[in-house]
Structure formats: structure tokens, C-alpha cells
């Protein structure tokens, strides 16, 4: 299954990009879906999960600021970060992990925050 991030670009610092993750097929199982986002010179870190079955978590970072939503039907993940800072640039991915062990990453898309 491949992965498809898009949505990413220059934003204006308090800008609010919402990102997307499609897949190329659908999964008719479980399966879970995750946003990262490596910045420059750092580790690439988890942002969140969502899942079939309306399961999400956040992680500590960006509970309260950033919403993670989908559509099974159309196997569609968004990311949505509103009020960006400089500190939000980085490269965004998309994560797929279904039957039981099969796992599949986006290219990634971009996004700078800069005036």
C-alpha cells in the first residue's frame, strides 16, 4: 500500500495547513494510522494515531493543538495545525501499519513556517 502526504508549503506563521494522507488501496481490516514529523536537525517524532473505528491518540506535544480526523471509505487521513510557529517546520509523514505486521511510510511533505 503506498502513502500519499500533500497539504504542505510556506505558511505564515499563524497559519493553519491541514495536511492529507491517502492510501492506495483500502484495508479491509484493522489498521492504524500515524502522523510524524522530523525537524531540522532532530529525531523524527510521533505526533499522533488514528485508527479504523474512530480510535485517536495524541501524543503530549500536541494534545490540545492539533487534530487528527479520516474517512475509512476513502482511506484519507488529515492533520490539521492551526496557529503554526517557526518551531513547526519540519517534514510531516504519514505512517500505515495493517495485517497484523505490514507497514507502509508517505515520502513526507514539507512545511515551513516562515514570514
Known amino acids: 500500500v503506498q502513502l500519499v502526504e500533500s497539504g504542505g508549503g510556506l505558511v505564515q506563521p499563524g497559519g493553519s495547513p491541514k495536511l492529507s494522507c491517502v492510501a492506495s488501496?483500502?484495508?479491509?481490516?484493522?489498521?492504524?494510522m500515524s502522523w510524524y514529523r522530523q525537524r531540522p536537525g532532530k529525531q523524527r517524532e510521533l505526533l499522533g494515531s488514528?485508527?479504523?473505528?474512530?480510535?485517536?491518540n495524541y501524543q503530549d506535544s500536541v494534545k490540545g493543538q492539533f487534530t487528527m480526523s479520516g474517512d475509512d471509505t476513502k482511506m484519507t487521513q488529515f492533520l490539521e495545525m492551526p496557529s503554526l510557529t517557526p518551531e513547526d517546520t519540519a517534514v510531516y509523514y504519514c505512517?500505515?501499519?495493517?495485517?497484523?505486521?505490514?507497514?507502509?511510510w508517505g515520502q513526507g511533505t514539507q512545511v515551513t513556517v516562515s514570514s
Open positions: 488514528t485508527s479504523r473505528f474512530g480510535y485517536v
Open positions: 488501496a483500502r484495508i479491509s481490516g484493522f489498521y492504524v
Open positions: 505512517r500505515l501499519n495493517y495485517d497484523a505486521g505490514s507497514e507502509s
